[in-house]
């Protein structure tokens, strides 16, 4: 049992780091000069954001969420859908 322990969190870190290092290369492609707010935290430009995801903060874990969110309902057709109606 311990040792079944530890490979799931062994493979729980793969997956948060692999999760990291793609919304890092998501943050990458954007302008430097983007800012993001995050609610009550602040505002962010790119490289401070992809700081704080690397360093896998609080303000870091909310970019990771809000990005695989976006991905997830970009998988699911949501995205092309919201933007089929705008049009």
Known sequence: MSNMNNKKKKNDFSNDEEIRKLVVARLNVISPDTIKCIGNE??????????????????????????????????????????????
């Open 42 to 87: 602040g505002s962010f430009n790119r490289d401070q954001l992809i700081e704080h995801v690397q360093r896998g903060d609080k303000i870091g874990k909310t970019i990771e969420k809000i990005e695989m969110e976006w991905l997830r309902a970009l998988k699911h057709g949501i995205i092309s859908e919201l933007y089929k109606e705008n049009v």
